[in-house]
């Protein structure tokens, strides 16, 4: 099992400029939830989807933000136009129900 | 509504020393809590979990937490502290409603290990 894969693992950005973060999660997770982890703020749940429906999307900050999943293997974060304030580290988890969360490595993002 | 809280954002033991973390939550209904650790650009690892078995749990590198209602706490401890175990460690709570698995996670405590 190679785990939750999350690409790229660093991506360096200009301010105004498209951003997607990819994600594959452990097969046969039934739930995917992405995080943002920042030193002010800690982690924070962005969204998450349950059997590839969108479940909750309040902690997506602004309408910069959208993510999707179109089928079970697979989960995108997109923020366009990117704004440095987005700099953090972004997480992919996914899990089964009843059982804890398995995180991917997590991409960190650097908008300049 | 459910939430943690993590007493203590930085922790400071000598190697050897025991390691007490403290983790108190509030959940409207029975919970699931877990601990997670991550070590420097890492994602989170799951250190153990309780799931209304025994209230005893042990996790992995020696680290266990025990579930005390009364208290609503879920403290982690381990016997003595390696400079291996330096991280930063997570509490989270999740009521496993059936939309998913949501865990809300704690603040944080990082732990120093000093020689």
């Known amino acids: 099992d190679a785990g939750v894969i999350q690409s790229p693992r660093h991506e360096v950005t200009e301010m105004g400029q498209e951003v997607t973060l990819r994600c594959k999660p452990i097969?046969?997770?039934?739930?995917l939830f992405w995080y943002r982890q920042t030193m002010m703020r800690g982690l924070e749940l962005l969204i998450y989807f349950n059997n590839n429906v969108p479940i909750d999307d309040s902690g997506m900050p602004e309408d910069r933000f959208s993510a999707k999943m179109p089928n079970a293997s697979f989960s995108t974060l997109k923020i366009q136009p990117s704004e440095p304030r987005d700099s953090a580290v972004y997480f992919c988890?996914?899990?089964?129900?009843?059982?804890?969360?398995?995180f991917g490595s997590g991409t960190r993002l650097t908008v300049v | 509504a459910q939430s943690v809280t993590q007493l203590g954002s930085h922790v400071s033991v000598s190697e050897g020393a025991l390691v007490l973390l403290r983790c108190n939550y509030s959940s409207s209904v029975p919970p699931y809590l877990f601990w997670y650790v991550q070590y420097p650009n890492q994602g989170l690892q799951l250190l153990l979990k309780y799931t209304s078995a025994a209230t005893l749990v042990k996790g992995i590198n020696g680290f266990e937490a025990e579930f005390k209602k009364s208290e609503t706490s879920f403290h982690l401890t381990k016997p003595s502290a390696h400079m291996s175990d330096a991280a930063e460690y997570f509490c989270?709570?999740?009521?496993?409603?059936?939309?998913?698995?949501?865990?809300?996670f704690g603040g944080g405590t990082r732990l120093m290990v000093k020689p």
């Open positions: 097969s046969g997770h039934n739930s």
């Open positions: 988890a996914s899990s089964w129900t009843g059982g804890g969360y398995t």
């Open positions: 989270a709570v999740s009521s496993n409603n059936n939309a998913g698995n949501m865990l809300t």
